[in-house]
């Protein structure tokens, strides 16, 4: 159980296990950030790991509200950020002030609609609250959801979504990746492409004739 991580220079593993202060060995997420390892465990929690001083620090709903009853599905990393996807919203590390910022439907108390905070000037915002991926590039982060894919916009907090009337070949998203040009979307009915370019969509199945690829 836990993780292993291989150092590229020895070609070596290293496992970080219970051993090692992690609250669970069942990983459910992880990202790398130069030395620190981030986790997310069983348990319903959030691990950073340094491989140079072996040093632990778990953060739990102390640290952000609303994360002892949220299941990590996924990390990703972007400087000067740590993003996280949870069934229970979105929390963003802050590396500089070390400083969490939660967008959960359990800690938006008190707003007619738990959505409000996440609102742009246009009326869009985050599709839902299951996050089951996330991938981020420099300017966007990517949330893959059950209605469709949520893309945020770092430098303006503006919102766009996606979903199978705009060539998802299924709104439900399993896994995301990203890099400047292109945006993969894994879904319950084949690959989906997006090419920032061409601005345009392109959806990849096993042939018409035969059932739908399930993923």
Known sequence: GGISVMDRNTWKWQSVTVKDGLPSNEAKAVVLDGDDVWIGSRGNNITRYNLRTRQTRVFTDTDAKGLSIAEVFGASHREPHIWFATDNGIYRYSKPDGAWWTFAPAVQRGKTDMFASLTDAFGL???????????????????????????????????????????????????????????????????????????????????????????
Do not use: C
């Not at 839902?128 to 996330?134: E, L, M, T, W, Y």
């Not at 059950?146 to 893309?151: A, D, E, N, T, V």
């Not at 040009?181 to 959806?203: C, I, K, P, Q």
């Open 125 to 215: 915002r985050l599709v839902d609250s299951n996050i089951q991926a996330i991938a981020s590039n420099q300017e966007f982060v990517y949330f893959g959801t059950p209605p469709g894919i949520s893309r945020y916009q770092k430098s303006t907090g503006n919102w766009v979504n996606y979903t199978e009337r705009d060539g998802l070949a299924n709104s439900n998203v399993r896994a995301l990746a990203v890099d400047d040009y292109d945006l993969w979307a894994a879904t319950e009915s084949g690959m989906s492409h997006y090419d920032f370019v061409a601005d345009e969509w392109r959806t990849f199945t096993i042939d018409t004739q035969s059932p739908l690829i399930t993923i």
